[in-house]
């Protein structure tokens, strides 16, 4: 065998896209251009104290005192296992809720950490009912953890996470909580819940590029994590190391090397919503989705979400019969630059999902897709 020669390849020029699928969503200049800035250590005392203040901007995100609030390095399916394999040990029954795709990465979270999953399983496009997660704990009395998506992402349900984790405490059980679409977007309030895990992604409402997975966990939580008979089979993802790394107050020891210039970015991100305000941040994306809505509901396209339970950033509606999914996918991104999502799982094929998350949710990206829409429609009208 010859050594390949170097590929003549150039540097690489993305096409500029309005981004208006389940994730990732725009991401402003003024956070690119925070994570263009000079590159320094991780333990540098500059990034450490950058690093606190991503923590204190992340407990205003999740609305939380929680301590044990910070970015994992690894997208939203990372905080995820984060969650589980720290909280799930082997035997433990774990109630999962299941309404879409991202319930069902759950259960298999729950197997793999050697857990036993309980599945409640809500029809797709649907909020998960919370009579039946009542139902499932009275049958299952030892089970230590209500696992649910908020946001199912999949659909475009919102779940009233209130409701299920006052079932959680009712039956002593820890709860996770699954906020990567919600965070930002709609109110979710960590504290005035009684949420003990929660983690989310940083692509999604809070606008920045993929990558990162905000957590936080409650002091019941580490309780848990500490009480552990079995260590955590995770090495990487094991809070008992992490902690070292995130909370070593003035003293961190190396545990992996932070993605230094993604964090410049988050941080740029949350100190966007905290200049917006986070009650502003939630009033916008429902103003968006109520001004797409009468757009989608004019082009003859329904909601397959009942209006109640709808997410304002993540719009699933029925794809007409005469359309053809993938080809009018490809039209919108040749001749419109515009990128939407199409279903997953179970409604693959059958729907379209319009995000309007982040800095996607604005009158302009509106206009564009209701425009673009119409075109590739233009033909039925
Ligand atoms: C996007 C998403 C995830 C996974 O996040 P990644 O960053 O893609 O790993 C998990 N849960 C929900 C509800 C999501 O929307």
Same mark, same amino acid.
């Given at each position: 065998?010859?050594?390949?020669?170097?590929?003549?390849?150039?540097?690489?020029?993305?096409?500029?896209?309005?981004?208006?699928?389940?994730?990732?969503?725009?991401?402003?200049?003024?956070?690119?251009?925070?994570?263009?800035?000079?590159?320094?250590?991780?333990?540098?005392?500059?990034?450490?104290?950058?690093?606190?203040?991503?923590?204190?901007?992340?407990?205003?995100?999740?609305?939380?005192?929680?301590?044990?609030?910070?970015?994992?390095?690894?997208?939203?399916?990372?905080?995820?296992?984060?969650?589980?394999?720290?909280?799930?040990?082997?035997?433990?029954?774990?109630?999962?809720?299941?309404?879409?795709?991202?319930?069902?990465?759950?259960?298999?979270?729950?197997?793999?950490?050697?857990?036993?999953?309980?599945?409640?399983?809500?029809?797709?496009?649907?909020?998960?009912?919370?009579?039946?997660?009542?139902?499932?704990?009275?049958?299952?009395?030892?089970?230590?953890?209500?696992?649910?998506?908020?946001?199912?992402?999949?659909?475009?349900?919102?779940?009233?996470?209130?409701?299920?984790?006052?079932?959680?405490?009712?039956?002593?059980?820890?709860?996770?909580?699954?906020?990567?679409?919600?965070?930002?977007?709609?109110?979710?309030?960590?504290?005035?819940?009684?949420?003990?895990?929660?983690?989310?992604?940083?692509?999604?409402?809070?606008?920045?590029?993929?990558?990162?997975?905000?957590?936080?966990?409650?002091?019941?939580?580490?309780?848990?994590?500490?009480?552990?008979?079995?260590?955590?089979?995770?090495?990487?993802?094991?809070?008992?190391?992490?902690?070292?790394?995130?909370?070593?107050?003035?003293?961190?020891?190396?545990?992996?090397?932070?993605?230094?210039?993604?964090?410049?970015?988050?941080?740029?991100?949350?100190?966007?919503?905290?200049?917006? @305000?986070?009650?502003? !941040?939630? #009033? /916008?994306?429902?103003?968006?989705?109520?001004? +797409? %809505?009468?757009?989608?509901?004019?082009? *003859?396209?329904?909601?397959?979400?009942?209006?109640?339970?709808?997410?304002?950033?993540?719009?699933?509606?029925?794809?007409?019969?005469?359309?053809?999914?993938?080809?009018?996918?490809?039209?919108?991104?040749?001749?419109?630059?515009?990128?939407?999502?199409?279903?997953?799982?179970?409604?693959?094929?059958?729907?379209?999902?319009? @995000?309007?998350?982040? !800095?996607? #949710? /604005?009158?302009?990206?509106?206009?564009?897709? +209701? %425009?673009?829409?119409?075109?590739?429609? *233009?033909?039925?009208?």
């Amino acid at each position: 065998m010859s050594n390949p020669a170097a590929p003549a390849i150039p540097p690489f020029q993305p096409p500029r896209r309005a981004l208006m699928g389940p994730g990732p969503s725009d991401v402003p200049e003024r956070i690119l251009a925070a994570m263009a800035r000079p590159t320094i250590g991780h333990l540098d005392p500059a990034f450490t104290d950058m690093m606190e203040q991503v923590k204190t901007l992340l407990r205003y995100a999740f609305q939380t005192g929680n301590k044990l609030t910070f970015p994992v390095s690894g997208p939203g399916s990372v905080g995820m296992e984060t969650c589980f394999v720290n909280l799930v040990e082997p035997g433990d029954q774990v109630i999962v809720c299941v309404n879409g795709v991202f319930g069902g990465r759950m259960v298999e979270n729950v197997r793999r950490c050697g857990g036993v999953p309980i599945v409640v399983e809500s029809a797709w496009g649907r909020a998960v009912d919370v009579d039946q997660v009542a139902t499932a704990f009275a049958a299952t009395p030892d089970a230590k953890i209500l696992a649910f998506v908020h946001a199912e992402t999949s659909t475009g349900a919102q779940s009233d996470a209130a409701a299920l984790a006052e079932v959680a405490r009712r039956h002593g059980a820890l709860t996770i909580m699954d906020c990567v679409t919600s965070l930002a977007g709609t109110p979710v309030l960590v504290d005035a819940w009684g949420i003990d895990a929660a983690y989310s992604g940083s692509q999604k409402c809070l606008s920045c590029t993929p990558g990162l997975s905000p957590v936080t966990f409650s002091e019941a939580a580490i309780d848990k994590v500490r009480a552990r008979g079995t260590p955590v089979q995770s090495w990487f993802m094991d809070l008992n190391l992490v902690l070292g790394y995130w909370s070593g107050e003035g003293k961190r020891t190396y545990h992996h090397t932070a993605p230094i210039n993604p964090l410049y970015g988050l941080h740029e991100a949350l100190v966007m919503l905290a200049e917006e @305000g986070i009650e502003n !941040a939630w #009033a /916008r994306h429902r103003a968006m989705h109520e001004a +797409l %809505k009468d757009g989608l509901e004019k082009l *003859g396209l329904e909601f397959i979400v009942p209006a109640a339970e709808r997410l304002p950033q993540l719009n699933s509606v029925a794809l007409p019969a005469d359309i053809d999914d993938a080809a009018a996918r490809a039209r919108l991104l040749a001749e419109f630059n515009l990128e939407i999502g199409a279903g997953l799982g179970a409604l693959a094929g059958g729907i379209w999902r319009i @995000g309007l998350m982040g !800095a996607s #949710a /604005r009158p302009e990206n509106v206009d564009v897709c +209701l %425009k673009a829409l119409a075109g590739v429609m *233009g033909s039925r009208e």
